[in-house]
């Protein structure tokens, strides 16, 4: 059971538009929500996160928005930029029985940047 | 600023073969630790998460264990390798208090021949 989604594989944008990429979650025990940025054959880097609190949150370039009745957040980066070519992943956080937090993942969408 | 060391970097080892993964963190004191696979085509999956030194918790049966010796040391091993656990490992920290971002090491890729 997949409580993490996301449903595109891969994105292309041109550099300079908007790239949106999508997540939707099941599990509405999830309070804290994140995205990461990974390059092949690094591990992820923690690029933004939101609170089940907020509906948005803005640093730089990037935007997450939270739409918690539909359980679906979303990482505007605006403008896109050729470095931004990498795979993203969206990531939710949940507390466990021992105490600690933790994070759930999707399967990541490939944006490629075209320049 | 903390940083977190993950070695290899790749490893090619035969079915069978005993496995040690090493991790360390530095600069932050008392961290949650976390080792998590990457298959191919699949997202990451959380192995074992550890909040203090000998104590692991273990998210999914597996062949493989993992200790914690030292505050800032996380070790990934098996005992023998199947060929099911080729993958990329990760290792990551995040501190103890709240609801906190996990930071990842680079990694490594474990390839079963």
């Known amino acids: 059971d997949q409580q993490v989604k996301q449903n595109s594989p891969s994105l292309s944008v041109q550099e300079g538009r908007i790239s949106i990429l999508n997540c939707d979650y099941t599990n509405s025990m999830f309070d804290y929500f994140l995205w990461y940025k990974k390059y092949p054959a690094e591990g992820p880097t923690f690029l933004i996160s939101?609170?089940?609190?907020?509906d948005k949150n803005e640093d730089g370039r990037f935007t997450v928005f939270l739409n918690k009745s539909a359980k679906h957040l979303s990482l505007h980066i605006v403008p896109s930029q050729p470095g931004d070519s990498a795979v993203y992943f969206c990531?939710?956080?949940?507390?466990?029985?021992?105490?600690?937090?933790?994070?759930?993942f999707g399967k990541g969408t490939k944006l490629s940047v075209i320049p | 600023s903390q940083t977190i060391h993950q070695w290899p970097a790749t490893l090619v080892q035969p079915v069978g073969s005993p496995l040690s993964l090493e991790c360390t963190v530095e600069?932050?004191?008392?961290?949650?630790l976390y080792w998590y696979r990457q298959a191919a085509g699949r997202g990451l999956q959380l192995l074992f998460y550890?909040?203090?030194?000998?104590?692991i918790s273990s998210e999914v049966p597996q062949n493989l264990s993992a200790s914690r010796p030292q505050d800032r040391q996380f070790i990934l091993s098996s005992k023998k390798l199947l060929l099911s656990d080729s993958g990329f490992y990760l290792c990551?920290?995040?501190?103890?208090?709240?609801?906190?971002?996990?930071?990842f090491g680079d990694g490594t890729r474990l390839s079963i021949l």
């Open positions: 600069g932050t004191s008392n961290p949650n």
């Open positions: 550890s909040i203090g030194i000998d104590q």
């Open positions: 990551a920290w995040s501190r103890q208090l709240g609801n906190q971002p996990q930071h």
């Open positions: 990531a939710a956080t949940s507390l466990s029985g021992a105490g600690s937090y933790q994070l759930t």
């Open positions: 939101i609170s089940s609190i907020k």
